[in-house]
């Protein structure tokens, strides 16, 4: 029934058996498909392990901001070796993020760039991470062709007939507007769990502003717990709570969300 865009059941600090009571648990639930997001590279081929061995599972292979102070030229071919792996279906998830900067921000910018320029040799749909960078990932994105006719011709149209880029903008934060900038250029927008809280009027605004076709959910396990799970460790059978606010905005059902996000995953995804 539902489609998680993104989590992370690579998550570092699961044992291996919590991995496996985790995947269990979601081959047990209403969940017909998850995302296994990568973060750095061990993560990365950790996901694309789980793809792999369940039929259930993607994974998305890349390094985030956070960790792009390990990143160098074996790193890079490693991630490019992992999408061959037909599991594997996304480049992420990547960006910038200036609220912890974990890693220097030259070298956010620099290893941004080329996972970026990696996506687009590979034409592959990519991930995105933004924090408190929300402008400079946009002119990033744009400057380094995510968003070029080139890039659109490789993709499917969305189902009104326009132009898809694959650039999606998880667990978006950003404003309305900026959401709206986005649809424009070609990106799909990811919601995750705080659209359920209860002072978040800026999200509940960018689903109200962004049609349903544009519009993917997850958890971004296991962070980021929807109310009323929240303050508790997240994970990705927690999709139907926020999938469940997506429907209370739009006056739609939870099946009509559960259907019509799935059915954009898959599209967004190439599945």
């Not at 320029?117 to 924090?131: D, G, T, V, Y």
């Amino acid at each position: 029934m539902f489609f998680d865009s993104h989590a992370h059941i690579n998550n570092a600090d699961y044992t291996e058996q919590d991995r496996m009571e985790l995947l269990e648990a979601i081959e047990r639930s209403s969940l017909d498909y998850v995302m296994d997001i990568g973060f750095d590279i061990p993560s990365s081929i950790m996901a694309a392990k789980h793809a792999a061995e369940n039929d259930f599972v993607f994974a998305a292979v890349g390094c985030h901001p956070h960790d792009t102070k390990l990143m160098d030229e074996e790193g890079l071919d490693t991630i490019r070796q992992l999408t061959k792996q037909p599991g594997v279906k996304a480049i992420g998830e990547i960006g910038l993020d200036f609220h912890y900067d974990l890693s220097d921000r030259d070298i956010q910018r620099e290893w941004f760039r080329r996972q970026i320029r990696l996506a687009n040799e590979l034409k592959m749909p990519i991930a995105i991470h933004s924090r408190e960078a929300d402008q400079e990932t946009m002119d990033i994105l744009v400057e380094e062709g995510a968003f070029s006719d080139e890039r659109k011709s490789w993709f499917p149209a969305q189902p009104g007939g326009e132009p898809d880029a694959r650039v999606l903008i998880h667990c978006f934060s950003g404003s309305a507007e900026m959401a709206k900038q986005y649809i424009k250029m070609g990106a799909t927008i990811s919601i995750c769990g705080p659209v359920t809280y209860k002072n978040n009027k800026k999200t509940v605004a960018v689903v109200e502003a962004v049609p349903i076709d544009y519009i993917l959910v997850e958890t971004d396990s296991p962070y980021l717990a929807p109310v009323p799970m929240r303050g508790k460790p997240n994970v990705p059978m927690n999709v139907e709570y926020t999938a469940a606010k997506i429907a209370e905005i739009k006056g739609m059902t939870l099946e009509e969300v559960a259907a019509r996000t799935k059915a954009n995953a898959m599209r967004f995804y190439g599945i």
